[in-house]
């Protein structure tokens, strides 16, 4: 008998960028052990932005790497540790997604604006309404552990759609969704609504991943590996474990497929995402919305595409069960989204509604299922976060006012009401006091932004048309590319019936367009609630009662809202360069 260990080879290269985001996250978690208070936030920031960059540059090294892309004699991609990850152009494609946009995400986490403060609660175990709560904020305690959870998820991010073993999956959809739990109960204000948030998310991602997990079994129990590789020998030798248990294939992969579609939120596992958007901090609500998705959609397409093609070989009529699956969840997902979010009177919950719909437009090109949707599900990843990352960090510099009567005494707990404590209150040139609360998210207090600040308005316009897909903005080229996958069909031919799911999306987009213009109609073709045309600054729009102002930027949000415009309009005219390498992101391997 040989007792003799033998050391796994490891190829450390191929895991770098995963290796330097998760480890920047300890570090972290040191840093807030070891480093003074006072420089420990831009010690964090600092980190953070490095190692995202870092892992952009890394991914893109390994991107022309020739084991990577392959040739003519050798196959494309790289297993690591026994196929437990599969380092190919599809999966690094996603990462840098991923990585790019939670650069841009940070900047936005890190600001503090004219207020001095950041979005995040001094102390998120703080009971809200509490003295505690209160003595946190007059003693200015910062909650800076915000940076070592973004990395750690943004590290989950990256293995979830890179990984060829349905187990590490399950562990990557924890090693992400865990952080994002405890951020969304993290607001400065309205905490009450923010923690309530954090309990659903946490609540029906605990059912998801439950879903997910049991699916996993099932799939072991017929294919007697979670190897994605062998899950497709399994499925593709005639006569094999779906002849004699059908049930158990095919319940196993709807299983595993639900968990997937509750990530990107598409209906009918989409209840949490509006609440959840609405509760969290708005510079979280942005990074999971662009980042999480990406992700989730690289690991479905992973699943989905394994799974397709074994049943290709062994048993058609259970493939096209598994598509009649996947239309319902695309008809259902564009209806919901487009329908429901039409009705929105909240900003945030209406950015929410359009990211499901998003989510039904991507899904009509997955089920093209050919390259031409590998490619434009990559575009449009990109496309759409960066919109979404920019919206929203529009929405944090529009706040509400109120004037300040009277000081508030210390026993009653700042933060526990809808708009949690003044910020920055201000007494100048003899007119009443005003203090900045939280963001103004109710649509009618958008009205006459225009006027206020016309190149904020002007960019939010720009993101919310390039979500409408109106053409000159990358919306309309990420669109055209997705139904376009649609009509092209399975065969790239024009063979099928998928585009039917391509008028719909058409059908869809036209009524999307709606909500989104009556917010440019509101901000500037309608005056603000009080009539008056109010100019910019700290105290616009408080003179009586509540109001409505923009808050500068420190500098951070300003430099992510410019990155994400000028990527929005240059992938509208000139989008042919990230389409090219799009199409080389067509090659994975399962």
């Not at 978690?29 to 980190?47: D, G, H, K, N, S």
């Amino acid at each position: 008998m040989n007792d003799s260990f033998v050391a796994p080879a490891v190829d450390w290269l191929y895991l770098a960028p995963i290796l330097v985001v998760l480890g920047a996250g300890v570090v972290g978690v040191l840093i807030e052990a070891f480093v003074p208070a006072r420089v420990r936030r831009t010690v964090q920031v600092v980190l953070a932005l490095l190692a995202t960059a870092a892992a952009f540059a890394l991914v893109v090294v390994l991107w022309r790497d020739p084991a990577v892309q392959g040739s003519d004699v050798a196959p494309y991609g790289v297993r690591v540790l026994g196929g437990s990850m599969v380092i190919d152009p599809f999966g690094l494609a996603v990462q840098g997604i991923v990585v790019l946009l939670a650069f841009l995400a940070i900047l936005v986490i890190a600001d503090r604006t004219s207020t001095g403060q950041d979005a995040f609660a001094p102390s998120a175990a703080a009971v809200p309404g509490s003295p505690y709560e209160d003595l946190t904020r007059r003693k200015g305690l910062e909650q800076t552990e915000v940076y070592p959870l973004v990395l750690f998820a943004v590290g989950g991010m990256m293995i979830f759609p890179a990984t060829g073993n349905l187990l590490v999956m399950f562990v990557a959809l924890e090693v992400l969704s865990l952080p994002l739990y405890v951020l969304s109960a993290m607001a400065r204000r309205r905490r009450l609504l923010s923690q309530e948030a954090s309990f659903k998310y946490f609540l029906l991602g605990a059912f998801a991943s439950a879903l997910f997990v049991f699916g996993v079994a099932l799939v072991y129990g017929f294919a007697g590996s979670v190897d994605l590789v062998e899950v497709y020998r399994s499925l593709a030798t005639p006569g094999g474990p779906l002849a004699s248990m059908p049930g158990l294939v095919v319940v196993g992969a709807l299983l595993v497929l639900a968990g997937l579609l509750f990530k990107i939120g598409a209906a009918p596992f989409h209840a949490w995402t509006p609440d959840v958007y609405q509760g969290a901090p708005t510079p979280i609500t942005g990074f999971m919305a662009a980042c999480t998705k990406a992700a989730a959609f690289g690991a479905l397409l992973r699943v989905l595409y394994v799974v397709s093609l074994g049943l290709a070989q062994s048993s058609p009529a259970t493939r096209e069960d598994l598509f009649v699956a996947l239309w319902v969840v695309t008809l259902l997902t564009m209806v919901v989204g487009t329908v429901v979010g039409a009705v929105q009177t909240d900003v945030k919950r209406l950015l929410a509604y359009s990211s499901i719909a998003h989510a039904g437009f991507i899904l009509v090109g997955v089920v093209g299922f050919s390259q031409l949707s590998l490619r434009a599900t990559v575009f449009y990843l990109l496309v759409y976060g960066l919109a979404t990352v920019g919206a929203f960090a529009v929405v944090t510099l529009v706040r509400e006012t109120a004037p300040v009567r009277e000081r508030v005494p210390a026993t009653v707990g700042a933060g526990a009401g809808e708009a949690g404590a003044p910020d920055n209150p201000s007494d100048a040139s003899g007119e009443q006091p005003v203090a900045v609360l939280g963001e103004a998210t109710h649509l009618a207090q958008w009205a006459g932004l225009g006027r206020r600040s016309p190149w904020l308005a002007g960019t939010f316009s720009l993101f919310l048309l390039s979500m409408a897909g109106i053409p000159l903005t990358a919306g309309f080229v990420a669109k055209f590319t997705a139904f376009g996958a649609a009509i092209a069909g399975p065969d790239g031919q024009g063979g099928g019936s998928t585009w039917v799911l391509a008028v719909v999306g058409v059908l869809a987009s036209a009524v999307a367009v709606f909500f989104y213009v009556r917010v440019i109609v509101l901000m500037f073709f309608t005056a603000p609630a009080g009539g008056a045309d109010e100019g910019s600054g700290e105290g616009a729009g408080a003179s009586e009662g509540a109001g409505v102002t923009v808050v500068r930027s420190a500098g951070p949000t300003t430099v992510a809202i410019a990155v994400c415009a000028l990527g929005v309009l240059l992938l509208g005219v000139f989008p042919s360069p990230v389409l090219d390498l799009a199409a080389e992101a067509v090659k994975f391997v399962p």
